[in-house]
Structure formats: C-alpha cells, structure tokens
C-alpha cells in the first residue's frame, strides 16, 4: 500500500458541512465564512494535487525526519507480561511531537493561497514552535498568541519561538491560558481575513479544520499499518492507545484503522487530580455545547459557561475536544479513558526505565493505560496480542514538572 503525504480518505465523514453526527459544523462570526469556503476550496484542490503531494511528502521524509520508527518495546512487554507493546515514534519528529506534520501540511496550503502572515494559538507553547519552526522555514512572519500565565510557565518555549522569528503576543483575559490565546487568534483572523492564514494546533475548530488537521496527521496510522505487515505479519494491531487533548495524534493514528472494527481503540484523557476535583476529561464528564467555532463535548458548568480545565499535562489542559472524538464516543468505536496526573507520572517512570525513552507527559497519559491493557489483551487473543501506543512527543520539555512531582 502505498504512503500518501497528504492521504486523502472516501470523504464520508464529516459530511459537506462538516458534522460528524451532531459535532462539527462552523460557528463563527459572519466575515469568517467566505475565509473558510476560500479555504475549503484550496484544500480540496491540493489534497489531490501531485506537485502539492511531493512537496509535503518531501519536507516530512527530509526535514520532519518521517517515516518515525515502529519500535519493539520488548522491555515493556516483559515487564507488564501481557500483549506485545510497540511505539510509534512520534516523539523523534523535529520539534519533538507529531505536531509538525500539521503545521508543515497547513503552511504548504499558505504558501499555495498566497497568504503573506500566519497566525496560531498555543497552550504550552509546543504547537507555537512547531508554527514558528516552518514559517522560519518558508520565510513567513509568525504571530503566536498564548495566556500570559502559560508565557509565565513555558518561558523556554517562549524564547525558543522568538528565536525562531516569531512575535508572541500575551493573551491577558481570563483565566490567561489556551482558551484565551485561541479567542485572541480568531479575533485577530477576524481583522485580517484576507492576508492572514490561521494554523490551528488540533483537531479542532470550525470546518475545514477538524478534517484537514486529520488527514494531514493520518500519515501516523498509514505508515504504522505498513510497519506491522513487516513486523508481526499483519497491517493490523489489536489495539492501539494514544492520548487525548484536543485529539490530533490519536485520530491520526486511529482514523486508517477506523474500518477495522477487529481493532480496540482506546483514548486518554487527563483526569488531572480525580475527577471529583479539577481535570481535562472532556468526554468522560462534559456535555454538548459550541466552544471556537465548532460543537462538541465540552467542560462547562450549569449556565454553559466553560469550565477551567486542569492536568499537569500543559498540552492536555483544554475544556473542550476534537468534534470526530465526540462522535467515536457517542458512537461507541473508541473507548476513552480518564488517566489521573499521578498515573502519569507512573507511566513516565515506567516507559523511561524499561525503553529509555523520556514521553512527554500528553503521551504518559497514553503509557499508564498499557498495563491493565496489555494483559486484557493477552487473556483475550493469546500470547501473539499486539497492542501500539502512539509515542506522541520526548519529555525534554516536561523535565522540570517531572523532577518537582517524582
Ligand atoms: C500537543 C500534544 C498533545 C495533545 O494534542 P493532540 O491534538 O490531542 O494530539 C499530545 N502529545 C504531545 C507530545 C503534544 O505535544
């Protein structure tokens, strides 16, 4: 089978307005619309455009280091005594995350549409650098909004992006983090429609976004099948786990798998301190509501204000979530799970000391549900079980809140 850079799925799901079942859609200010259609008609010419294909697939084999590696966890495996474990990693991308398979994919599009700014929200600031890393790239100026209080926490990353070339722009209402840096993103967008192209950091958003962001991160799961044909003998797992926050790197990994029903897809989520305190597990505790432009599962209280997410997890901190997740819940084809912030950090211990791999705390989230998964696996196929995680992003980055919590 062959890999597509930018693989263009039977466009089923969403449908033409971008709902999957009653998520989705585009909730945005008037002057938005003619932005989005401008931009769903260039994605839909470039998505199927060699000369647009071979770029993109060259830039991810040459820059972002793609294909990552399939690799055999045989340590874990033997540690846990379960089903086979492998990791798709993700974490030895340039920038350290999947992040740059969407930021590369959305400024090829800029770059087609003659769009002259970018701009971007980021929560911990990693989505920021992998902005301002191809917008260095392609030589187009970068504004990055982000809360105050997170440029406070993430000061490394902040330095990093200017160093970069990027501006960032404190966002100082609220609660001074991700939800306020993305209002800030779309009211400048909203200023600026015609020059500004907005790279949004998941798979969220109104349409096109959710979709586009998708197949540009399906490359994941396209090469993740091939990878198991010449490992076990088989394109297909029989389960695979990855962490939620708005949820780019599991629906990556999971949509080429989606038809698959044989398949358990498992999603976590961060649980922060219990869900009876403060946490980030939308699907398991939120409800319907429109939060940036599209509707989903979202924490909000009684009068549908949106609640303040919590997690350790800096890229796991957002209150709402991806709207093809919210439908994968309803729907029943992916199981999500809420994983508090000291099972995470269980899981960072355990990966680094068995693999000498350092995840990220997002993707610990991921880690600490192998175990329990692993052997439910084993008991249910026997000892040829195989399980992949998504090994979303390395732990750099997370070192100090790691060594202040272990
Ligand atoms: C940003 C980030 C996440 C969360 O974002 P998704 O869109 O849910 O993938 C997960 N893991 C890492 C390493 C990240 O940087």
Redesign the pocket.
Known sequence: MPESAVDSPPETSPDASGHFGPYGGAYVPEILTPVLDELKAAYTTYKDDPDFQNELRTLLHEYAGRPTPLTYCNRLTEEIGGAHIYAKR??LCHT????INNTLGQILLADRMGKERIIAETG?G??GVATATVCAKFGIDCVVYMGAEDMERQRLNVERMELLGAEVRAATTGSQTLKEATNEAIRDWVSNPDDTFYII???VGPHPYPMMVRNFHRIIGTETRSQLRDAVGRETPDAIAA????????IGIFHPFLENHEVQLHGTEAAGGGLSGDHAATLAEGSPGVLHGAMSYLLQDDAGQVSLAHSLSA??DYPGV?PEHAHLRDEGRVTYHPITDDEALEGVKLLSQTEGIIP?L??AHAVALLPDLARSLAAEHGDDAVLVFNC???GDKDMETIAANL
């Open positions: 993700e974490d350290g995350a999947h992040k911990a990693q989505h950091g998941s798979v962490c939620v926050g708005g949820g780019s790197n599991a890229g796991l991806g990220a997002e993707t979303s992003g390395r």
